[in-house]
């Protein structure tokens, strides 16, 4: 409750215009930042008038401003209990997506709905959290209702664009997406966002350059926004004849070398590593700024086959040994990249000798001759709203091994505790993980297994990387590495994809892969192909 402060205990009384004089001033001195006399504005309004709404509404407000949002929650909720309002209720609505409190969110918003139907910015907040929750045909519905109101609402069409993507409506998402774009052509999330839909729809050549926005959306280690790509004081190559390039700008005449930087994540570095060799038809020397976990094994995969790509420790190299730079995830574009010449070919290898040492370990199991599988049911970031999504909860994944005549071996790498197998799966599995620290010991032990089958994550990118088979357990409306309604990969010939029909259909894709199963491992020994199967 509010308590009046020391100067206000003394008896007075103030008139109505008094205080309309009083509100008058303190909002004044609050829209001009002078925050210390517009509270000593309001106290004195809500010590002759504690239910003065508009000064409640003021002082959350304040709150709000300074960032105080637990405080700024407080006073609004105390003028709406005062009298309820749309404004307030907006406010409110704001606060609580700003706090996390989705849920509250969404019921504030319909309870501020339900006195003002068509409130842009409130049918917006709705939207909004219904998004947040991962709601999206709700959240659609209600984007769809702003626009209704306020029809050239860039960000509204640019969050409808990303709603519907989820939604599977590549169509729609990349109309709305456009629009936005139309209406703020400097928009580089937009971008961003448009070059994913049209990466998901095959359509690359148009793709690839929007994508090189990617920066705005990404965050360190440390959740911290990095909306810039890495300062180097080197060209980028983009594709161009680097050799050319230098003697047209007067620059010493040798061979060129090309220094790559790692971003994102695991995954995405094992899909596009594919192209530092190929960078060596243009460079002589091909340097790669890799993350520890993937140096031992991008070493051995690279060394003797591909000596020219050297692969480097994630520190800041010396800028003064190369010539031109690429971050990872701009060398599909600078290779002109499309559907019909994406280069598909092994290129991890597994070292031979701790291959032969988990062939030995496995050999020692009873009933050696079982064919092998594979398994990862969660990926990591436990938080993100992609994880929520591509991850499957080990209870829901459970039934699965319990399939006979397979050795089951676990893959998953987890610091979340929910991701743990549970117990029923725990008797089926043979997992050995806690002795793996780094993604080489990962493929020496996934070079002696006959199948892959995991939820999209780095592992799936590793087994495919080396050939091996995988069979790849995709989200509704998944990532756009993938396309969308394809059972084959163009980055991986050895991937089969099982889709889910809907969102958090699960259930029809694990008896997908079980009916799979059973007919590529027979109980009588014989095996087929996992790549050749319908």
């Known amino acids: 409750m509010y308590t009046l402060p020391p100067a206000m205990l003394i008896p007075f009384s103030l008139t109505p215009d008094e205080i309309t004089t009083l509100y008058n001033e303190a909002d004044q001195a609050r829209r001009a930042g002078n925050v210390d006399l517009a509270k000593r504005l309001l106290d004195r309004i809500l010590a002759r008038d504690p239910q003065h709404v508009r000064a409640l509404y003021s002082y959350g ?19 709406i209990e005062a009298q309820p309002d749309p404004t307030s209720y907006n406010l409110l609505c704001f606060i609580q997506i700003r706090l996390g409190a989705t849920a509250n969110a969404i019921q504030t918003a319909q309870r501020g709905l339900a006195l003002q139907p068509d409130l842009p910015s409130l ?23 702003v626009l209704e109101l306020e029809p050239d609402h860039q960000l509204v069409h640019k969050r409808l664009g990303d709603v519907v993507k989820n939604l599977g409506a590549l169509g729609d998402a990349e109309r709305h997406l456009r629009r936005a774009i139309t209406l703020d052509p400097t928009s580089l999330g937009v971008r961003v966002s448009l070059g994913t839909v049209l990466l998901a729809a095959g359509k690359y050549e148009e793709a690839w350059p929007l994508f090189e926005d990617r920066w705005v959306n990404m965050v360190d280690e440390q959740g911290r926004s990095t909306p810039e790509p890495p300062d180097v004081p080197l060209p980028q190559w983009r594709g161009e004849n680097p050799g050319a390039t230098r003697r047209a700008e007067g620059m010493p005449v040798r061979a060129p070398r090309l ?16 192209y530092l060799p190929l960078a060596l038809n243009h460079f002589s020397q091909v340097g790669y700024i890799c993350p520890r976990p993937l140096k031992r094994l991008y070493e051995q995969s690279f060394g003797q086959r591909w000596p020219g790509v050297v692969v480097l420790d994630n520190v800041e190299p010396n800028f003064e040994e190369w010539d031109w730079y690429c971050p990872l995830m701009s060398l599909p574009m600078a290779f002109g990249t499309r559907l019909e010449n ?26 050696p001759g079982l064919p092998r599988v594979g398994v990862v049911w969660a990926g990591g970031h436990s938080n993100s709203s992609e994880d929520k999504v591509r991850s499957i909860r080990s209870a829901q994944f459970a039934p699965l091994l319990a399939m006979p005549h397979i050795r089951w071996i676990s893959l998953q790498k987890t610091d979340d505790p929910a991701k743990l197998p549970e117990p029923a799966m725990e ?17 020496a032990l996934i070079a002696n297994l006959d199948l892959v089958i995991s939820v999209d994550t780095s592992v799936a990118h590793l087994a495919a990387a080396m050939g091996k088979p995988v069979w790849l357990l995709n989200r509704f409306a998944g990532c756009w590495r993938w396309l969308r309604d394809r059972e084959d990969s163009p980055w991986y010939s050895s991937v089969r994809l099982f889709n889910q029909p809907q969102q958090g259909g699960w259930d029809v894709v694990l008896e997908q892969v079980a009916a799979a199963l059973q007919q590529t491992f027979r109980p009588h020994g014989a095996r087929d192909d996992p790549r050749s199967l319908p």
Do not use: K
Request: net charge negative; proline share 3%; with cysteine.
């Open 61 to 79: 407000v304040l709150a709000f401003e300074s960032t105080q949002l637990e405080s700024a929650q407080s006073w609004i909720e105390r003028a």
């Open 123 to 145: 049918n917006y907040f709705l939207a909004l959290a219904l998004q947040i929750q991962g709601h999206y045909e709700d959240a659609a519905h209600s984007y769809r209702r």
């Open 259 to 274: 220094l790559v930087f790692h971003e994102q994540g695991f995954g995405d570095s094992l899909q596009f590593v594919r």
């Open 342 to 367: 994406v280069p598909a070919f092994t290129y991890l290898y597994a070292d031979p000798g701790r291959a032969a040492w988990w062939h030995a370990r496995l050999a020692a199991l009873p009933n």
């Open 427 to 443: 008797a089926c599995l043979t997992s050995w993980m806690d002795d793996i620290d780094d993604f080489a010991e990962t493929a």
